[in-house]
T-cell receptor
């Protein structure tokens, strides 16, 4: 069974730039969620995708956007980067809620630094 | 609104001893799931244990057990026979609301296992 993978591992950008982070879901999982984890804090929910549609969003501005593809892989795009966007970005995949188990399995994360 | 509280920023435990990490939660949903994750310094969130709100018995997974007290809204993690490799951040999380697989995370507890 293939686990959740994310790329790149690390990324350095400057303020105002745009960034795309990628995630491949665990085999058989059609739901993917993205989280932002600032240093010393717990992860904060950004949004979730199910069957290529956004299925809920946290308190993040529209410059955070996402996509899910037919193979259930996903992208997180962040436009107009700000210094406070520096964080670990975690992708998690799961079966949809109500499918018997809703455990989210996380990837290794992408550490984004905005200078 | 859902909320997870972890009141222990840091804990020390002697190798081979047991340790309890505290977690309290707040939700108005009758159906919810509670999870514990381990996050080593590498950043990846590792799933440890799950407790459903309707489960009658406390969950156990190897050296991990969850002390679930529904009336008190607490879901403490007990690690028996601590090992040096248990040193990490530990996060309590709750799934909610129903039909939406969003996780709410606590602020985490840093566990240090002393030899």
């Amino acid at each position: 069974e293939t686990g959740v993978t994310q790329s790149p591992t690390h990324l350095i950008k400057t303020r105002g730039q745009q960034v795309t982070l990628r995630c491949s879901s665990q085999s058989g999982h059609n739901t993917v969620s993205w989280y932002q984890q600032a240093l010393g804090q717990g992860p904060q929910f950004i949004f979730q995708y199910y069957r290529e549609e956004e299925n809920g969003r946290g308190n993040f501005p529209p410059r955070f956007s996402g996509l899910q593809f037919p193979n259930y892989s996903s992208e997180l795009n962040v436009n107009a980067l700000e210094l406070d966007d520096s964080a670990l970005y975690l992708c998690a995949s799961s079966l949809p809620s109500g499918a018997g188990t809703d455990t989210q399995y996380f990837g290794p994360g992408t550490r984004l630094t905005v200078l | 609104a859902q909320k997870i509280t972890q009141t222990q920023p840091g804990m020390f435990v002697q190798e081979k001893e047991a340790v309890t990490l505290d977690c309290t939660y707040d939700t108005s949903d009758p159906s919810y799931g509670l999870f514990w994750y381990k996050q080593p310094s590498s950043g990846e969130m590792i799933f440890l244990i799950y407790q459903g709100s309707y489960d009658q018995q406390n969950a156990t997974e190897g050296r991990y057990s969850l002390n679930f007290q529904k009336a008190r809204k607490s879901a403490n993690l007990v690690i028996s026979a601590s090992q040096l490799g248990d040193s990490a951040m530990y996060f309590c999380a709750m799934r909610g609301p129903i039909n939406f697989n969003k996780f709410y995370f606590g602020s985490g507890t840093k566990l240090n296992v002393k030899p």
